[in-house]
Nanobody, 115 residues
Framework: QVQLVESGGGLVQPGGSLRLSCAAS????????MGWYRQAPGEQRESVATITSSGSTNYADSVKGRFTISRDSAKNTVSLQMNSLKPEDTAVYYC?????????WGQGTQVTVSS
């Protein structure tokens, strides 16, 4: 059974930092594209950052220079370091793993940026 379990969300003040982690289990995710998506209330889910099996990364323009995605393929984990957080970063953040015909999601973790 495939599972993606996120952790690390919470409440942080503007300008603060959080680190999200995702532990994937149930198969070898080495060849998967791993990523983080987010969904704010009333908004569509959007891509935040993705990382390929070779380590190539892609970021949404809104988070470039502030967020860093990384993965440990041996441990089937993917992380998102979020710095200089802004209120508009408030959302539920979802871990994603996809390859060809397979697309898996975590249950999401809430990130709230507020003073």
């Amino acid at each position: 059974q495939v599972q993606l379990v996120e952790s690390g969300g919470g409440l942080v003040q503007p300008g603060g930092s959080l680190r999200l982690s995702c532990a994937a289990s149930g198969r070898n995710f080495r060849s998967y594209v791993m990523g983080w998506y987010r969904q704010a209330p009333g908004e569509q889910r959007e891509s935040v950052a993705t990382i390929t099996s070779s380590g190539s990364t892609n970021y949404a323009d809104s988070v470039k220079g502030r967020f860093t995605i990384s993965r440990d393929s041996a441990k089937n984990t993917v992380s998102l370091q979020m710095n200089s957080l802004k209120p508009e970063d408030t959302a539920v953040y979802y871990c994603n793993a996809r390859v060809v015909y397979y697309n898996y999601w975590g249950q999401g973790t809430q990130v709230t940026v507020s003073s």
